[in-house]
Nanobody, 124 residues
């Protein structure tokens, strides 16, 4: 069964850090581009960044540049999202997604597999 499962969300104070993980089963994640999206209450889902097959990172969110980093952990068949200097406006449900035939983009409809999402709340 093909599955992506996110973990690591929670409540963090402004300026703090969180590390999200996205573990795959049923397929080999390192063979596909992987992206992180987020959806804040009342807003559309937005692409944050994508890790291509050659492990280059493309940022779709200007606010994430310099604060968020994506990396593969092939031994665990997973990717991570390290988030630093978190702000209240980062509060959202975070999703990882993988595309089987695409190259990776900010277009959510390109992605074939999605996790269930993990809540990140940044608040004092």
């Amino acid at each position: 069964q093909v599955q992506l499962v996110e973990s690591g969300g929670g409540l963090v104070q402004p300026g703090g850090s969180l590390r999200l993980s996205c573990a795959a089963s049923g397929f080999t994640l390192e063979e596909y581009p992987v992206a992180w999206f987020r959806q804040a209450p009342g807003k559309e889902r937005e692409g944050i960044l994508c890790l291509s097959l050659n492990n280059s990172t493309v940022y779709y969110s200007d606010s994430a540049k310099g604060r968020f980093t994506i990396a593969r952990d092939n031994a665990k068949n997973a990717v991570s999202l390290q988030m630093n200097s978190l702000k209240p406006e980062d509060t959202a449900v975070y999703y990882c997604a993988a595309t089987i035939e695409g190259l990776g983009s900010r277009n959510q409809y390109e992605y074939d597999y999605w996790g269930q999402g993990t809540q990140v709340t940044v608040s004092s």
